[in-house]
């Protein structure tokens, strides 16, 4: 079959690259979307079954270290965008283990460009018609004084988790590709993202599977941290607007204008499920403990996203009270998905399914 584009989506197994290969797969049928992952605790392919059968649809197992399995693949597919999204998430994790975060955020996506370099300057029309955008996070910016200001694309990078700084190295990869080598490449840099397929470990679907259950909710500090949250699907929205429509070499900042206080959300949290679950409002505010506090916690994050919706058009659909309902709701009806990822029993499926390949 002939696609008018092929395009490797790598962690699209993920919390947000699952929505983006979703996207893409049912929006573009024809173009060919390769899902380029490595199956870390964080991947799961039971957040594709919806699409796993699509004629425009291949998954690959791939560490997006892996040089020359990445260039020979790009070769036998014709690549000419590449969505970029795998990395370690979870700041939490970059502080007990700096080193996996530079290996795969740093020295992963210095493989990946130098794959696509190599690749698409062998090409007689070299980087015409090709893509790199690079999919990071607000945290690259560090952390707000609670005074209103807000991170634009020119704010001054200044990381302080080992997370932040390996992506905060990774962009600087990037945006270095296309100053130095005419690399045709795109940076986003998004707030906090909630939804359906989040792992388990991430304040959101931790709250929910913990109230349920009715187990202590650990709040870091006072809960006085804040976070600027944008539902996932709009975070893929932009994605496909910024991929098709951004302009090269820029920077686009991405968020919901949406700043909440942890502890608020915990609370709201508690209130939709509880009433979801028809338990008395306020039953589980007794669940909330204060735990000692994240080390380096960034105390605020807000993003503005003005250029991104004035030269794209791009906004978030969704009040964020209505996206948690929606969430909720979805953890609810999914506690299957949840156990499985808890029990760790899909990893076990994923290393014996291709333990003989
Ligand atoms: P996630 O942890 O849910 O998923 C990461 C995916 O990458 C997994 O499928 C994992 O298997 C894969 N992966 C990890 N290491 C790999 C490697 N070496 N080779 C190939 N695949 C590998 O992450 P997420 O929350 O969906 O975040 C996706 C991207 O978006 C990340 O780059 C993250 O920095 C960025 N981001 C996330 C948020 C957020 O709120 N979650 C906000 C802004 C930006
Ligand atoms: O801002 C974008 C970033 O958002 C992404 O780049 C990261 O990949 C993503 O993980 C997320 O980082 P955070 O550290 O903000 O997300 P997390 O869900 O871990 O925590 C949200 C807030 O809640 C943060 O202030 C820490 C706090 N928290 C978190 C957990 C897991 C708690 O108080 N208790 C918890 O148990």
Known sequence: MNFERTLIITGGAGFIGSHVVRLFVNKYPSYKIINLDKLTYAGNLANLRDVEDRPNYRFVRMDICDFEGVLELMREERVDGIIHLAAESHVDRSIKDPFTFAQTNVMGTLSLLQAAKCYWESLPEKYEGKRFYHISTDEVYGALEMDGTLFTEQ????????????????????????????????????????????????????????????????????????????????????????????????????????????????????????????????????????????????????????????????????????????????????QAWLDNVTSGDYQKYYEQMYSNR
């Open 155 to 334: 704010t001054k990078y200044q990381p302080h988790s080992p997370y932040s700084a390996s992506k905060a190295g990774s962009d600087h990869f990037v945006r270095a590709f296309h100053d130095t080598y005419g690399m045709p490449t795109v940076v986003t840099n998004c707030s906090n993202n909630y939804g359906p397929y989040q792992f388990p470990e991430k304040l959101i679907p931790l709250f929910i599977n913990n109230i349920r259950h009715r187990k202590p909710l650990p709040v870091y500090g006072r809960g006085e941290n804040v976070r600027d949250w944008l539902y996932v699907e709009d975070h893929a929205r932009a994605i496909d607007t910024i991929f098709h429509r951004g302009q090269v070499a820029e920077t686009y900042n991405i968020g919901g204008f949406n700043e909440w206080k942890n502890i608020d959300i915990v609370k709201l949290l508690i209130k939709v499920t509880d009433r979801l679950l028809g338990r008395p409002e306020g039953a589980d505010l007794d669940l909330i403990t204060y735990v000692t506090d994240r080390a380096g916690h960034d105390l605020r994050y807000a993003i503005d996203s003005r250029k991104l919706q004035k030269e794209l058009g791009w906004e978030p659909s969704l009040q964020f009270e209505e996206g948690i309902e929606k969430t909720v709701r979805w953890y609810l009806d999914n």
